[in-house]
């Protein structure tokens, strides 16, 4: 396998025009575009449904074609999968806070400009497979020991979207199964 260049000495791929749709519908019905209702995964089913997805992602990462994208403007299945390993992390802070916090306020997270500055494009795509089943693992076995009486506890993103712990796991799940239908996977 060829070695990327540095970061510095690649130019950047082309633009991905940014992904604005509030997609806070899927926690009520099924996604037109991939086809998963993420209402009919039980609470408790969440971590074990991770798990479930996690070598779908292994396998698709090492796929010869993982660096190239379909066409210019939409991400490889690498970039997909770096993408998905960053929101395994994400949510389960995201989680953590709801845990541990009143109604907490999430940060804001641009993930298009996190795919530039971390240079998705020219990360090795099995360290992101390693690395995306390692945030599974960790996200997985947060959603396992969420307690039964805190699965309505609240929280907001910064566009005041609100969510509870049992609809953020479900909207979380809808992310990690849209990109598998993105990468055909």
């Not at 609470?43 to 292994?58: E, K, Y």
């Not at 796929?63 to 929101?87: F, I, K, M, N, Q």
């Not at 709801?98 to 907490?104: R, V």
């Not at 993103?157 to 509870?164: A, E, K």
Request: aromatic share 8%; with cysteine; proline share 8%.
């Amino acid at each position: 396998m060829d070695t990327p260049a540095s970061p510095a000495h690649t130019p950047e791929p082309p633009a991905i025009a940014p992904d604005d749709k509030d997609w806070t519908w899927v926690v009520e019905r099924r996604c037109p575009e991939c086809g998963f209702a993420a209402s009919d995964v039980p609470p408790d089913a969440v971590g074990g449904t991770v798990r479930d997805l996690v070598p779908r992602w292994v396998s698709a990462l090492h796929r010869d074609d993982a660096r190239e994208r379909p066409e210019p403007t939409t991400w490889s299945t690498l970039e997909y999968g770096a993408h998905v390993r960053d929101v395994m992390r994400l949510f389960g802070e995201r989680l953590q806070l709801m845990l541990d916090e009143d109604d907490p306020l999430f940060a804001n997270w641009d993930q298009d400009a996190t795919a530039l500055e971390d240079r998705y494009d020219l990360q090795d795509p099995q360290v992101v497979a390693v690395d995306l089943a390692a945030a599974a693992e960790v996200t997985a076995t947060l959603f396992d020991a969420v307690a039964d009486d805190a699965w309505e506890r609240p929280g907001r993103r910064s566009n005041g979207s609100r969510f509870t712990v049992r609809t953020l796991g479900q909207y979380f799940l809808h992310d990690v199964v849209h990109h598998l239908h993105d990468v055909r996977a």
